[in-house]
């Protein structure tokens, strides 16, 4: 037996498991797909908006949503006063194409 031979026996396994992943996933999609026709249903009755991922500033609140400019209201080198504005980054700019 090769010293490369538990290695590869390892990384075989690892590699059906990652594999086995997929599958699992594909089978729990399938089974929650009634749910999410629920929710999406709900979603457009009730009206809901958007996810809010922090609720303390708005900057934080959805990326899609954000003022770009509401966290450097002071200065661009300002202190942020909320912890998620750590946890959350700004959201990148698109710049058109030419």
């Known amino acids: 037996m090769r010293k490369s031979d538990p290695f590869l026996l390892l990384a ?13 996933a594909a089978h729990e999609i399938g089974k929650a797909q009634a749910s999410l026709d629920a929710r999406a249903e709900m979603v457009e009755r009730l009206g809901l908006t958007d996810l809010v991922l922090f609720t303390e500033a708005r900057y934080t609140r959805h990326p899609s949503q954000a003022d770009l400019h509401s966290a450097f209201q002071d200065h661009p080198f300002a202190m942020d006063h909320f912890p998620s504005g750590s946890l959350l980054p700004p959201p990148l700019l698109k710049r058109p194409r030419s």
């Open 12 to 24: 075989a396994v690892l590699l059906a498991l990652f594999g086995a992943s997929f599958v699992d």
